[in-house]
């Protein structure tokens, strides 16, 4: 059983270049989460997709950051124009739905802006 | 506003003995409640998750305790070992419909041999 895959793991962007970020969810899952975690922190919720839909975007920046799920394919979580303080790591996490389900995380990638 | 607290940011133990990682939450309508563990470089590991209408639950090694009068989450790891130093997080789902969680900034576990 595969878990939840991201990928790449790490990513290394020049400011103002364009960040993409894949998430293809467990098996059987298609509640799709994404988190942002800045060093010596906790992780920070941005959105939650389900297949075709953003269902809530409160948590992601209005302005360059941009996600989705589509029918086929992972999960993209898109952030253009990057900036430094894009740096963080990225982590995204599925479901199989929201009656108390935990929620399966994958290990991240990590995004560098020089 | 909505937060979830960890009480202590590092807990140095020795190898064997019994660890306890607090945590606070301020939601009182927050009815599900996670402890992960995120080693270095690493996404965090679902431990082990409780309802609000449990007091407590066991699982391997590992008890969570919720005291919803005080608004405060415990892990208990009994016979603590080097493979459980990590930092631990405990999250709560949010009170809305859309299943997100609100993690907590986390607490280091030292395991001293």
């Known amino acids: 059983n595969a878990g939840v895959m991201q990928n790449p793991r790490h990513l290394v962007r020049r400011r103002g270049q364009e960040a993409r970020l894949r998430c293809s969810p467990m098996?059987?899952?298609?509640?799709v989460y994404w988190y942002r975690q800045l060093p010596e922190e906790g992780l920070k919720f941005m959105v939650y997709?389900?297949?075709?839909?953003?269902?809530?975007e409160s948590g992601m920046p209005k302005e360059r950051f941009s996600a989705e799920f589509p029918k086929e394919g992972p999960s993209i979580l898109r952030i253009q124009q990057v900036v430094r303080g894009d740096s963080a790591a990225y982590f995204c996490?599925?479901?199989?739905?929201?009656?108390?389900?935990?929620?399966?995380f994958g290990d991240g990638t990590r995004l560098s802006i020089l | 506003g909505e937060s979830v607290g960890l009480h202590l940011p590092t807990l140095s133990v020795q190898e064997g003995d019994n660890s306890i990682i607090n945590c606070a939450y301020s939601?009182?309508?927050?009815?599900?409640f996670i402890w992960y563990k995120q080693e270095s470089g690493k996404g965090p590991q679902f431990i082990i998750d409780?309802?609000?209408?449990?007091d407590k639950r066991q699982g391997q090694r590992v008890t969570v305790l919720l005291n919803k009068t005080v608004k405060h989450l415990s892990l208990q790891i009994a016979a603590t070992q080097p493979g459980d130093s990590a930092v631990y997080f405990c999250?709560?789902?949010?009170?809305?419909?859309?299943?997100?969680?609100?993690f907590g900034q986390g607490t280091t576990l030292q395991v001293k041999p």
């Open positions: 996490a599925s479901s199989q739905g929201l009656g108390g389900q935990p929620q399966h």
């Open positions: 098996k059987g899952h298609s509640h």
């Open positions: 997709l389900q297949k075709e839909n953003i269902i809530d």
């Open positions: 409780i309802r609000s209408n449990m």
């Open positions: 999250a709560e789902r949010d009170s809305g419909n859309t299943g997100k969680l609100i």
């Open positions: 939601n009182s309508a927050s009815d599900y």
